[in-house]
């Protein structure tokens, strides 16, 4: 993971979390396919791991492994906290771009949604805050937030609680229809795991819906408020370490069910 980020250091936050995105349909129907999932990358670097590990112990570790143990690394190769994590998952076979639309946080959600959305997977609505905090680093394509700039709530108008002079910004970045221009999450950082993702949030400047939400519940803004307001990130990270971990445990393969793919990027058709 080191070699990988010295090679392209804008990978780290790229990687995902799920191996089902590491599965490759001819037909443009995985889920690494799905509008959520375009700022995804690396899936070599995934597959330079998994043949490093085959060469070692062939057939013993799962692609979901690696990539979760991967996305740890690239959190704390990017200043951000190193933390255990259960391992013992087995591949699926499964990939489907629909299931990204169902399975992961809309951008465009509100609290409602996204606390209802973690609940049935098991999650609490700490989990939902603390793991919007990746937020902090990396990149979205403007598709994913442009309805705030172009046409929140189909009124061709700007989303009245996004910060105007970043809302201006964002424009001279992303142009209507654009689905191939991306920007960083967290103004003005790109690569360090940090707090700067809740004093983002404070200050209006959340990129998608689902980050300024978190403004509308007692729990969330209570949380927000504190990290945004923090002299030291260790509660957050200690936070984010644990969230990681129940994130980690929803609907896991193990024991004699799923497989141990042999190449993650194997086709799903």
Not at 41 to 54: C, H, P, S, T, V
Not at 86 to 102: K, L, P, Q, V
Request: proline share 3%; hydrophobic share 40%; net charge neutral.
């Amino acid at each position: 993971m080191k070699s990988i980020q010295a090679e392209d250091p804008t990978l780290m936050p790229a990687l995902g979390c799920d191996a089902s995105v590491l599965l490759v349909s001819k037909n443009g129907t995985a889920e690494k396919d799905a509008t959520p999932n375009l700022s995804l990358r690396g899936f070599d670097a995934i597959e330079r791991l998994k043949k490093i590990l085959e060469k070692a112990c062939p057939g013993i570790v799962s692609c979901a492994d690696i990539l979760a143990m991967a996305a740890r690394e690239a959190v704390f190769l990017s200043n951000g906290s190193r933390y255990d994590i259960e391992t013992g998952r087995r591949d699926g076979n499964i990939s489907r771009a629909s299931e990204a639309y169902t399975n992961l946080p809309p951008a465009t959600g509100n609290i409602t949604a996204l606390i209802d959305l973690y609940a049935t997977k098991n999650l609490t609505i700490k989990d939902l805050v603390v793991l919007s905090g990746a937020h902090t680093f990396g990149v979205s394509h403007c598709s994913s937030f442009s309805n705030r700039l172009y046409n929140f709530s189909g009124s061709d108008t700007t989303d009245p609680t996004l910060n105007s002079t970043y809302a201006q910004k964002l424009k001279q970045q992303c142009v209507p229809n654009d689905t191939t221009t991306v920007t960083s999450m967290n103004p003005g950082n790109l690569l360090t795991f940090n707090l700067g993702y809740f004093q983002t949030v404070m200050n209006k400047q959340g990129l998608f819906s689902a980050d300024e939400a978190l403004l509308h519940n007692n729990i969330t803004l209570a949380y927000v408020t504190a990290q945004a307001n923090a002299t030291s990130s260790a509660q957050f990270f200690k936070d984010f370490a644990q969230s990681m971990v129940n994130m980690g445990r929803v609907d896991v393969l193990t024991g004699t069910n799923g497989t141990i793919r042999a190449v993650c990027g194997a086709y799903v058709d």
